[in-house]
């Protein structure tokens, strides 16, 4: 395609969507993504995959949903359809034969990716795209071919880590009343999660993401934050690759798991390499929020002197990372976190110059202490650590990471001013990676206690429980438990 053709066809997606009444800014950002991706306007021609993953707990509990669903709607010609988090339609439930071959026509149906990249503006994908529930309905797709339907869809998140799985996704014809069916798409949706959670075995949802605008100090006191010299060296290499980067004007993304101090890093490096400038640390909230989260931090961006670190960038919408991308063009420089380089949104590649990885803190052991000392000071108190909890911390694989090592510091250090390893709670006695259900995390944590008595054994122990000596081994193997006087694994 030309660039003159490109254009044309840009100027064309923008003036169409500028006259639409329903949510003109989200559609205009994905029209023009539509165009930057060469979708046609006038022919559907999406990417065939084949075999879909059907094993998933999120196509097995969104299956149960949509099918319960489609019940109630058997008399309406109502398609409904799971997708992967990339548009790929994972299966179709619905019994109108007039309505599936129409949709096969358009491959509309499983195996087949319905992303925006593939066919430009959609109800699915932009759902995907923005991170939120979207009806699209017909003069309203990108390409005429899709005119005659009216699409629903709502994003579903894991309920324990917030992240993207997939959607659900109603379709229907144009001229048939729409007014339900946002709604009955964001009810599957909520209540795929919900049969997600109770399906978890003994998984916690997790607490609503009210998202962040701070602004990082200009001063670093070296008494409030852990000296470079005293954490491991990942962290001192992640940390000199992020300054150089910072020094040499380049925008720079750290990317990692969650909870392992992407954030503090990058704020770190920024106090220490950028000063005189105001930081701004800004994270996103749960996508329903976004646009007063937006409105309330962008107009500082056009400040001078001012540079921004936004954490979670893989969680924020397409049409956010459009809008600031185009307020970053040119004028300062652009910090972020991801989980990983591949999820950074495509908007904001080009203002990043500089990709640092941070391990995990399992593979980061000589963190663990400085971090933990770091922590119990920021309750202000003047607390230790026994020998044997440094070891009881050390040993420990924190799948939450430093976010989990912070939270367990804090509820110790707010009971005592010397934490022995009786202060820590049951789960960082344990090495097993596999998620228990309730009775068995009842079980885990009644054995650590007995076993964190003074003067405690095995023995002792199944006594105290009402367990045989074989039980209560059995049981200690099983849940990976590692009593105190252990000693710490290798990496």
């Excluded at 930081?279 to 409105?295: T, Y």
Aim: proline share 6%; glycine share 8%.
């Amino acid at each position: 395609m030309t660039e003159t053709d490109h254009r044309e066809r840009e100027e064309l997606a923008i003036s169409r969507a500028r006259d639409l009444a329903v949510q003109p800014r989200r559609l205009v950002a994905s029209w023009r993504r539509s165009a930057d991706y060469g979708v046609p306007l006038d022919s559907v021609h999406p990417e065939y995959a084949g075999a879909v993953d059907h094993q998933s707990l999120f196509f097995d509990s969104g299956h149960q949903v949509l099918t319960e669903l489609h019940e109630t709607l058997a008399d309406e010609p109502v398609s409904l359809m799971l997708t992967d988090t990339d548009g790929l339609v994972l299966n179709r439930v619905c019994r109108d034969r007039v309505l599936l071959r129409a949709l096969d026509a358009v491959s509309l149906a499983p195996g087949f990716d319905y992303s925006e990249r593939t066919t430009g503006t959609t109800g699915l994908g932009l759902a995907l795209a923005d991170r939120v529930p979207t009806l699209v309905r017909a003069d309203q797709h990108y390409c005429t071919r899709l005119w005659g339907y009216t699409c629903a869809a709502a994003p579903v998140a894991d309920p324990v880590t917030g992240d993207l799985v997939g959607s659900v996704n109603l379709t229907t014809w144009s001229q048939q009343s729409y007014n339900l069916l946002l709604a009955l798409a964001r009810t599957a949706a909520r209540t795929t999660e919900a049969l997600m959670l109770a399906r978890g075995q003994g998984r916690e949802a997790r607490p609503a993401n009210r998202g962040r605008v701070v602004r990082v100090r200009r001063g670093l006191d070296e008494d409030d934050a852990p000296r470079l010299e005293d954490l491991g060296a990942d962290w001192r290499s992640a940390a000199e690759r992020v300054g150089s980067a910072l020094l040499a004007g380049h925008g720079v993304a750290v990317v990692g798991e969650t909870g392992v101090g992407k954030g503090a890093l990058l704020g770190s490096a920024h106090t220490r390499h950028q000063r005189g400038r105001r930081v701004l640390h800004v994270r996103p909230p749960e996508p329903e929020q976004v646009a007063s989260w937006w409105s309330l931090w962008s107009p500082e961006l056009g400040k001078p002197g001012t540079s921004v670190i936004v954490g979670r960038a893989d969680r924020l919408p397409a049409w956010v990372a459009s809008d600031l991308a185009d307020l970053v063009r040119d004028r300062d420089q652009l910090s972020i976190t991801a989980e990983d380089p591949s999820a950074v949104p495509e908007a904001l590649r080009p203002f990043v110059g500089t990709v640092v990885e941070l391990p995990a803190l399992r593979h980061r052991r000589d963190d663990v202490v400085p971090l933990a000392c770091w922590f119990a000071r920021e309750a202000r108190r003047d607390v230790r650590f026994t020998p044997a909890a440094e070891q009881v911390l050390t040993a420990y694989h924190w799948p939450g990471n430093v976010a989990q090592l912070r939270a367990v510091v804090r509820r110790a250090a707010a009971r005592t001013d010397v934490v022995t390893e009786r202060d820590l709670p049951p789960e960082v006695f344990t090495g097993g990676h596999h998620q228990l259900t309730r009775l068995e995390t009842l079980e885990r944590d009644e054995i650590v206690r007995s076993l964190s008595e003074p003067g405690a054994t095995p023995a002792r122990a199944a006594a105290h429980l009402g367990m045989s000596r074989s039980t209560i081994y059995r049981r200690i193997a099983r849940y990976g438990i590692r009593l105190p006087a252990e000693s710490p694994p290798t990496s």
